[in-house]
């Protein structure tokens, strides 16, 4: 047997959703991480640090008896977000971040931002208490391409971010392009992104070759794979700028398996075996510690945890489960389409 011990990691981008999804998948996430990146873009969005109080509530009611786990929360950026009320949550402590969604990007995303200059002033606030911005990085407007949306955000929005506002901390999250690695690696500071567990192992051939597959559709898509091998090599190189952040959004299947489907990925319940599989093939098993356990917390100024968890690999695969049972339906897992032989113990 072979195993490895690492610090018990974080997950710094996931989804719990509300109601009976989030008590069907809280515990699949509570059960490995310590500490996750809660994401806001509920019907309605968590907008306020009241409504981040009430949900982070909720997220604590449905967490099983026998987990330890923090959930860390965020504010939804619209163009009415009060900068008082943002600075508020900041020094209560409730507030770890705040979401830019592009409107219109992704789901329940309708209510986000149009006009960078209409949010300015809270950014400038951000910028002032130390508080970070946590990015969706893509454009919407029709005729830029899926497939060239986050580069496009790169160069039309997020660096004329940067450049009004360079003390402002900001994470690109669910990086997903050799560009967004090659920016975030160009900066000098103030600047990192999370990476999530399926971009590291599909491609764009992944959703369309031999027919559709919703079950591997996510936003932002999947891209080609010079991207993909781009994404796995920031992660296993130990660079303190890039960590774990699984974007793990949890869909019901007739909302993904429809004529119009959802976007997004559930992989909390399988993540650290896949993240021990792919950091296995690149010779890199001795920075899984620094990917999944202790770059996240040093980029949000919070220490890494205590506990510490056991991956053990064994000869035969791990039988996860394909779906999980909830209250409201059932949720397809995410399928890395190789046999998982690393297990948390």
């Known amino acids: 047997m072979k195993t490895i011990s690492i610090r018990r990691p974080d997950d710094w981008h996931l989804h719990l959703r509300d109601g009976a999804v989030l008590a069907g998948v809280v515990g699949d996430s509570s059960r490995h991480f310590g500490r996750a990146i809660i994401m806001p873009n509920l019907v309605p969005p968590v907008v306020t640090t009241q409504d981040a109080k009430a949900y982070r509530d909720r997220i604590l009611a449905a967490v099983p008896a026998d987990h330890r786990f923090e959930p860390l929360m965020t504010l939804y950026l619209t163009e009415q977000t009060n900068a008082d009320d943002v600075e508020e949550g900041k020094r209560s402590g409730l507030i770890t971040a705040v979401k830019l969604y592009p409107a219109g990007a992704t789901t329940n995303s309708h209510g986000g931002v149009r006009d960078l200059d209409k949010v300015m002033p809270v950014l400038e606030r951000m910028a002032r208490i130390g508080l970070t911005l946590c990015v ?134 399988n993540t650290m075996s896949c993240l021990a599989h792919v950091f296995e093939e690149e010779n890199a098993l001795d920075r899984l510690e620094a990917f999944a356990s202790l770059n996240g917390p040093a980029w949000y100024g919070l220490p890494a945890n205590e506990e510490t968890i056991v991956l053990e690999k064994q000869p035969d695969p791990i039988v996860y489960p394909a779906k999980i049972d909830t209250d409201a339906g059932p949720i397809t897992v995410f399928d890395p389409k190789f046999p998982l032989h690393w297990a948390v113990r």
Do not use: W
């Open 136 to 269: 969706h990085g893509e454009v919407t407007t029709p005729e830029v391409d899926i497939f060239d949306r986050e580069a496009v955000f790169i160069e039309e929005k997020l660096d004329l971010i940067r450049r009004r506002l360079p003390e402002l901390r900001v994470t690109m999250e669910h990086v997903t392009t050799k560009e967004g690695i090659d920016y975030i690696l160009a900066a000098d500071r103030n600047l990192a992104g999370s990476i999530t567990t399926h971009h590291l192992i599909i491609n764009r051939n992944d959703i369309l070759v031999g027919g559709i597959r919703p079950h591997y559709f996510c936003l932002p898509v999947a891209k080609r794979e010079h991207h993909r091998q781009a994404l796995r090599k920031a992660a296993t190189s130990g660079d303190q700028r890039f960590f774990l952040g699984t974007d793990s959004a949890p869909h019901v299947d007739p909302l993904k398996e429809c004529a119009c489907g959802c976007a997004g990925i559930y992989t909390s319940i």
